[in-house]
């Protein structure tokens, strides 16, 4: 008996054996201890010999069982499901000096561990050397195989030609070759010669007098009838008419791998067909050459790559799910979910992902891939090169409908920098911007090499030349990346710069959390949070202090000190609302609206490792979907009435033509008038008016229509707030006092400050008000000054134009004295404009004939013809402030014809 009959028989009886069956598993696992030298020369001896010599290192010897089951042709098929039981009693490995067996089996069998090398007589080597084999076969707790671990077999590796002839009970007889890389070969021409009666018998009838109008449908009825019946056909060559079929197990394969450790399925199937042309007729013929296999029916396609195929179509859906960065697997669910039947493996569709983008990528590199994809979508894109190294520092981009989106919503941007995207680890910086229906989109992009000045001021100056001809940000919101700010105020020198609250108060976490229980946390963070909302100056000044003493109440000291020394005193006018509100800013306090976008951007990314093309193509889906559903927001707005806004009369001329967001907030609006200012008595605050150019509670109220037909109209597309005041005597302070920003409560500081003028610059104002000493300017004095409770009698009322030189000249600030009759401006008489850098201006209203309002006007308004008794009295030093506004003022006399000769007349009222 040969080697390799008795392997078969020892793996056969132990029911680990190799051979062919429809669902044959493989396995190289001996067992015994016999070298080469010691084979026995039968069977039997084999078996005999075997077992006694088991018995004799056995207290207890086992009964033989054979697991499997039975096929037709009474073959035994290994069942790894029903554990075997080893007849045989062999140690498995060398234990030593003493044989160790380690047979368990059930429930708790042990687990086989090819980690742990295996040593044996017959020098079969599984892994590396090592001291101990563990066999543990069946069971709920069964080992597993670990075919990662490389393995050594004598078939293949410098062995010789063998010849195994293996006889089943009824099965005919079946010839295997193995041939070493040393081992001679055989002869070619006896390769193709297969005895008929030991082939497979064909079992696929392939009509000969079918017909078929192309090549490609005779290929496929072929491949068809072929998978029908266990067969995988394939192309074995071809011309331009005739075709030969073959066999996928056809040929012999021939590697020329060097490296890598490849296999054949190949093994020399001689059936073949060819599909012929028929010119005459125009159809298409099959003639079979050889119509018989070596080998059984495939029982899994799956495991052959040419039955798993997929069509131009099936590959043309796969390369459009890649391009969505859709998993490998979820597109194998979509191919299979409408086609059960598909055999396809996710590695296939891998392939395919991978020979596209391979195609796509042939010739270019990374950054031709990037600005080929930026032409072919229109991109407005700039590169940033290094003079020296001529290499790619910064990238800037914007996409098409970016661009439209911005050129109509300019006001506010939000920046920052994220980061962990891309494979060079590169800041990618996102500009976002916000619409009237309130939802935020991408503006730009952009990726820098470092977070550097120059980098961010060179992408804002991308930025700021793509507006040119349109308005620039009002408003930039970032965190306090002090390169990042510095870069704001050199490229947008006029736009406000805010800090974003949410950044802020992370930071405070960071550093004062530890002072804190949960609940105290949460109570200081409310008090926060009050004073960053406070809407004016007083009010801050209020909550700070409140601010402080419940922190050192508390012994907290140090925490005030760092928001106070950190945050508070370097930045509160970036982002307190006392100081943001004052321009319009939409509301926009944080730059949580980028920190979303980034993490939308980030939950689509497969990766954090990505080509920066790839993100590129991210971004424009993102930018799509944002224009899409801006778009939808718009056509809702101006078709849709929400049932809540139906029945406001106010509403009624605005609905259709405002977005539902903005009403909305008018609707909030007009809830915090009827609450706060008409039953509690509340001042307004105007923030909606100032942060969003809506109207705020007080307008609501029909200040504006009250007091309407006593404004002059040139005013009113300038008018920002019209604010009344209690008609007690004192109006005119009042009025004074709401237009220096200080709250008409205040109108006895006022007051008092007219009469330190007064005495201060007396010699001057004797000159101004009683040039002939009539007693004029002690008249004026003794009119202001009144400090008693309740209703100012008649000779304690304002009187102008005086008090309108007196307030010019004490603040600084230009006072507009607004009339029907004639209204006029005052400069400061003494000081110069230059230096003040935000020039405040306080307007007066006469109305009623013996009440004063306040009037807040804004941007470029035409200004009132200046006082004749400025002209007379200013000095030197105050004579620019014409020069300033001169344009302003001859806009006002051309507009106002009536009003350019002002006489200084005396009126006053309570």
């Known amino acids: 008996m040969h080697l390799d009959e008795w392997i078969y028989a020892m793996l056969r009886w132990s029911s680990f054996v190799i051979y062919e069956t429809k669902k044959g598993f493989a396995s190289f696992y001996i067992f015994g201890e016999y070298s080469n030298t010691s084979v026995p020369d039968s069977y039997e001896t084999v078996v005999s010999n075997t ?40 140690v498995y490995g060398d234990g030593g000096e003493q044989f160790v067996q380690q047979n368990n089996y059930g429930v708790n069998a042990g687990k086989f561990d090819l980690n742990n090398p295996v040593d044996n007589s017959y020098d079969y080597v599984f892994g590396d050397c090592g001291d101990q084999q563990q066999n543990n076969y069946g069971g709920d707790n069964a080992g597993q195989f670990d075919l990662n671990i490389p ?8 062995a010789g030609q063998q010849q195994n002839n293996y006889a089943g009970d009824n099965a005919g007889q079946q010839q295997n070759n193995y041939a070493g890389d040393n081992a001679d070969q055989k002869d070619e021409d006896d390769a193709d010669e297969i005895d008929p009666e030991d082939s497979y018998p064909i079992i696929v009838s392939f009509e000969a007098d079918m017909v078929f109008q192309s090549r490609q449908e005779l290929v496929n009825w072929v491949q068809n009838r072929g998978i029908e019946h266990g067969y995988v056909i394939t192309t074995k060559r071809s011309k331009e008419k005739p075709i030969w079929l073959q066999c996928s197990l056809g040929g012999q394969y021939k590697s020329v791998a060097t490296v890598r450790k490849t296999g054949s399925k190949k093994i020399g ?28 029916p495939i029982e899994n396609l799956e495991g052959h790559a040419y039955a798993r195929r997929l069509s131009v179509e099936e590959k043309r859906l796969v390369g459009e799910l890649a391009e969505l960065d859709i998993p490998a697997r979820n597109i194998w669910a979509a191919l299979t979910k409408n086609n059960p039947e598909k055999k396809v493996i996710k590695k296939d569709i891998q392939n395919v992902v991978q020979k596209i983008n391979k195609e796509n990528k042939v010739g270019e590199s990374p950054m031709e891939q990037m600005e080929n994809y930026f032409k072919g979508k229109d991109y407005v894109y700039y590169t940033n090169v290094n003079n020296t190294t001529k290499a790619v520092e910064d990238i800037f981009f914007m996409h098409k409908h970016s661009y439209t989106m911005w050129c109509a919503f300019p006001h506010v941007l939000l920046i920052d920098a994220t980061y962990q995207t891309n494979i060079y680890g590169l800041p990618f910086v996102q500009v976002v911007g916000m619409t009237s229906t ?34 620039q940000p009002r408003v930039i919101v970032t965190d306090r990346e002090l390169a990042l700010m510095s870069a704001c105020k050199q490229i947008f020198p006029n736009a406000h710069r805010y800090l974003c609250r949410f950044h802020i108060q992370q930071n405070i976490l960071r550093n004062c959390k530890k002072h804190f229980l949960d609940g ?11 004073l960053c909302e406070s809407t004016t100056e007083p009010i801050y000044e209020y909550n700070l202090t409140n601010f402080e003493a419940h922190l050192k109440e508390s012994g907290r000291g140090e925490v005030f000190e760092y928001v106070h020394d950190n945050w508070l005193k370097p930045y509160r006018q970036k982002f307190v609302s006392a100081w943001t509100n004052r321009t319009i800013n ?61 029945n406001v009369p106010m509403f009624a001329g605005v609905l259709r033509k405002m977005s539902i967001y903005a009403i909305d907030l008018l609707s909030i609006e007009l809830k915090r008038k009827d609450l706060k200012l008409k039953k509690y008595g509340s001042t307004c605050g105007c923030q909606l008016f100032t942060s969003c150019g809506l109207p705020c509670a007080c307008r609501l109220e029909g200040l504006i229509m009250r007091y309407a037909a006593q404004i002059p109209r040139l005013f009113y597309p300038y008018i920002s707030k019209i604010k009344d005041v209690k008609p007690d005597g004192h109006c005119g302070f009042r009025a004074t006092a709401a237009g220096l920003g200080i709250g008409q409560e205040d109108f006895l500081f006022i007051r008092n400050q007219l009469l330190l003028e007064l005495r201060m610059n007396g010699n001057i104002w004797r000159r101004v008000f009683d040039p002939e000493d009539r007693g004029h300017y002690d008249a004026i004095y003794e009119r202001i000054k009144f400090f008693g409770v309740g209703r100012a009698p008649v000779e304690h009322w304002m009187q102008m134009p005086e008090a309108g030189f007196l307030i010019a ?22 000081g110069s404009p230059e230096g003040v850098e ?17 009037l807040k006007l804004e941007g470029s308004y035409p200004m009132p013809t200046v006082n004749p008794l400025w002209h007379s009295h200013r000095t030197e030093w105050a004579a620019p402030w014409y020069d300033l506004y001169r344009d302003r003022i001859i806009e006002y006399e051309n507009l106002r014809r009536p009003d350019l000769n002002i006489d200084p007349h005396v009126y006053y009222v309570g």
């Open 838 to 854: 935000t020039m405040l201006a306080v307007s007066l209203v006469f109305v009623d004939s013996s009440h004063y309002i306040m």
């Open 51 to 90: 077992w006694n010599q088991a018995a004799s290192n056995q207290s207890q010897q086992e009964d033989e069982v054979v697991s499997g089951f039975q096929f037709p042709d009474n073959s035994v098929q290994f069942d790894l499901n029903i554990p075997p039981n080893d007849s045989y009693g062999y």
């Open 438 to 471: 309130n939802q935020s989109f991408a503006v730009a992009h952009a990726f820098i090499s470092n977070e550097k000045t120059e980098n961010y001021a060179w992408v804002l100056r991308r930025l700021s030349d793509m507006l040119e001809k349109n308005m």
């Open 520 to 530: 105290e946390w949460k109570e200081f963070i409310r008090f926060f949070s009050l």
């Open 586 to 646: 939409f509301h926009q306090t944080t730059t949580n609206r980028v920190e979303g976008m980034h993490a939308l951007f980030k939950k689509d990314l497969p990766s954090h490792r990505n080509s920066l093309v790839k993100l590129v193509k991210f971004v424009d889906r993102m930018v799509n979907r944002q224009y899409t559903e801006i778009k939808r927001a718009f056509e809702i707005s101006i078709r849709k009435v929400m049932n809540h806004h139906r």
């Open 151 to 158: 393995f050594e077999y004598p078939y293949g590796y410098n």
């Open 809 to 830: 000249q004490r603040w600084g600030v230009i006072v507009h004295i607004i009339d029907m009759a004639g209204s006029a401006t005052i400069f400061p008489l003494l």
């Open 269 to 296: 199937c001689p059936f073949e067909l060819k599909g012929s042309f028929v010119s005459n007729n125009s159809y298409w013929k099959l003639e079979v050459k050889n119509p018989m296999h070596n080998h059984s």
